[in-house]
């Protein structure tokens, strides 16, 4: 089984585009590109209904879009029998849970991503970045601390792009057992994304997929494609990624309900 679960619904100029229309667009390179499912998981923070989670001006310039018509779109595919599932990529606020769980509350999510882009307003993957703020030693500890606190959180199914603190910087040696058996109760996402950023490096690292999987974590697949047309980019070498690290399937969810599949 082969599956994209981390993508976002847009036009191919990467403007906002929540529509059927666009949803189709999605589902016909899939089929190119042999990919049995993939879901969608728009930033929540595009969303004027989670305004009041935001305090940055990052995320409040684009809490512009109404929610529904992105929850539409995809519930209709999904009515249409298109072989799509509705998810929402949330970053993760410490201390912010409870109104994070109610912002959720609402919409009929087949799946819930986790992810950390800025923590106390540095950037994980962004400038003024977390690491050259702090050292690359003290931000990976905040990172992975509240990487911790996310998946304890209840609020997640899978966590996107584990380890994205190494966007900035060098990789150091790190405990990834213990960070492993810190995310236990959540997926982990193994995501190709990072072949197309300045570290060219797939997500997570071999060391941390590896610890994972010795902790018996399941595994998300992702490109995160911001435009149709990289629906599934290097996705075979992600799989390729997640079997050297002896994993064998991949978590399907419907209505947050996880299931396995055997991977590729």
Same mark, same amino acid.
């Given at each position: 089984?082969?599956? %994209?679960?981390?993508?976002?619904?847009?036009?191919?100029?990467? +403007?906002?585009?929540?529509?059927?229309?666009?949803? @189709?667009?999605?589902?016909?390179?899939?089929? @190119?590109? =042999?990919?049995?499912?993939?879901?969608?998981?728009?930033?929540?923070?595009?969303?004027?209904?989670?305004?009041?989670?935001?305090?940055?001006?990052?995320?409040?310039?684009?809490?512009?879009?109404?929610? @529904?018509?992105?929850?539409?779109?995809?519930?209709? *595919?999904?009515?249409?029998?298109?072989?799509?599932?509705?998810?929402?990529?949330? %970053?993760?606020?410490?201390?912010? @849970?409870?109104?994070? *769980?109610?912002?959720?509350?609402?919409?009929?999510?087949?799946?819930? !991503?986790? +992810?950390?882009?800025?923590?106390?307003?540095?950037?994980?993957?962004?400038?003024?970045?977390?690491? %050259?703020?702090?050292?690359?030693?003290? *931000?990976?500890?905040?990172?992975? =601390?509240?990487?911790?606190? *996310?998946?304890?959180?209840?609020?997640?199914?899978?966590?996107?792009?584990?380890?994205?603190?190494?966007?900035?910087?060098?990789?150091?040696?790190?405990?990834?057992?213990?960070?492993?058996?810190?995310?236990?109760?959540?997926?982990?996402?193994?995501?190709?994304?990072? !072949?197309?950023?300045?570290? =060219?490096?797939?997500?997570?690292?071999?060391?941390?997929? +590896?610890?994972?999987?010795?902790?018996?974590?399941?595994?998300?697949?992702?490109?995160?494609?911001?435009?149709?047309?990289?629906?599934?980019?290097?996705? %075979?070498?992600?799989?390729?990624?997640?079997?050297?690290?002896?994993?064998?399937?991949?978590?399907?969810?419907?209505?947050?309900?996880?299931?396995?599949?055997?991977? =590729?």
């Amino acid at each position: 089984m082969i599956v %994209d679960y981390h993508m976002h619904l847009r036009a191919s100029d990467e +403007s906002i585009e929540h529509t059927v229309e666009a949803v @189709e667009r999605f589902v016909e390179q899939a089929s @190119e590109r =042999g990919i049995d499912e993939i879901g969608f998981t728009e930033h929540i923070y595009y969303f004027e209904q989670t305004r009041t989670l935001w305090t940055m001006r990052y995320h409040l310039e684009r809490c512009v879009y109404d929610i @529904e018509p992105y929850v539409d779109a995809v519930v209709e *595919a999904k009515r249409r029998d298109y072989p799509v599932k509705l998810g929402i990529e949330v %970053d993760y606020e410490p201390g912010r @849970e409870e109104e994070t *769980a109610e912002a959720l509350a609402p919409y009929p999510w087949d799946y819930v !991503l986790g +992810s950390i882009h800025f923590l106390a307003g540095l950037g994980i993957d962004a400038e003024p970045s977390l690491v %050259d703020s702090v050292g690359p030693e003290q *931000a990976w500890r905040r990172y992975y =601390g509240a990487l911790g606190q *996310a998946a304890r959180s209840g609020l997640f199914d899978s966590l996107a792009h584990p380890d994205l603190v190494k966007f900035h910087g060098a990789e150091i040696d790190w405990d990834w057992d213990e960070l492993a058996g810190s995310l236990e109760g959540v997926a982990i996402e193994v995501s190709s994304a990072g !072949l197309h950023k300045p570290h =060219g490096k797939l997500y997570p690292s071999p060391a941390f997929l +590896s610890a994972a999987r010795k902790r018996g974590l399941p595994i998300t697949l992702a490109s995160d494609a911001h435009v149709p047309q990289n629906v599934g980019r290097d996705l %075979d070498r992600a799989i390729e990624h997640a079997q050297s690290a002896g994993y064998e399937t991949v978590t399907l969810f419907n209505r947050r309900e996880a299931r396995q599949e055997p991977l =590729g």
